[in-house]
């Protein structure tokens, strides 16, 4: 035994950690504005949508650089949603779910997307409805 050993080295020896990579970000309550709904009163005014996103990502490069441009920046997939509820009407949350699911796809670097999207002024009686969908794209981008 060497004098730097112990006598539980043979036990326990040194170890190196075993990750995966994956890491997750989520984006809870992202309160936004967006014409959606079937009834005449929605299609033409904005009303209020809570979003829960949940992105699957590589979390390797950014954990070993500490940099921004090593990951999925949030702030950017904010602005991508909030550009997109711009620019288009909605009559169903099950469509706004495919397109935002699709649109993160294409534009940011993630393994798996769960989305879910509320409308709390939907039903009277109730707090909220809601939609919940995922989408996962394996590493060659399909």
Known sequence: MSARATATDHVN???????????????????LEAIIGIHPHE??????????????IDGTPAGRSDDIRDTVDYDQVVDAIES?????????????SQ?????????FP???VEITIAKP????????VSVSRQ???????S
């Open 13 to 31: 020896p040194p170890r190196a950690a075993m990750m995966t990579g994956e890491c997750i970000i989520r984006l809870h309550g992202l309160h």
């Open 43 to 56: 299609q033409t005014a904005m009303q209020p949508i809570e979003i829960d996103l949940l992105l699957v």
């Open 84 to 96: 997109m509820l711009a620019a288009r009407r909605f009559n169903l949350l099950e469509h706004l």
């Open 99 to 107: 397109a935002m699911l699709e649109m993160i796809g294409r534009r």
């Open 110 to 112: 993630v393994r798996r």
């Open 121 to 128: 002024a939907a039903v009277p009686r109730a707090r909220s």
């Open 135 to 141: 989408a996962e794209w394996n590493s060659n981008g």
